[in-house]
């Protein structure tokens, strides 16, 4: 069995959001639980979506990484901190490769 980086990437972005979720600030949480839910459905075939407009690879991961990001600035205790931070992380990643800046 081989998993490709990408897809434990999002499952780890999946897993943190929901963290966040059960532990901190919904608001912020249930944000980054949208956009990681959505790209988890993405990636293993569940969900297709096609948006004219705008590049959904490129938002969802700037979703990911403002909400952690916020929520890591918000974070009081080591559980939500991390779970934050890999959040944040993973929406950079995955940003920075949508953006073709990293190969």
Known sequence: ???HLGNALVVVAFISSIVLLLQSERT?????????GIETLLVFGLMSLSLVR??????LPALLAIAGGIAWARASGKHVITAATLVTCVGTLQL???LRILG
Do not use: G, K, P
């Open 1 to 3: 069995m081989h998993i």
């Open 28 to 36: 912020i949480a249930l944000i980054a639980t949208v956009a990681s």
């Open 54 to 59: 705008f590049r959904i690879d490129v938002v």
């Open 96 to 98: 920075l490769e949508a």
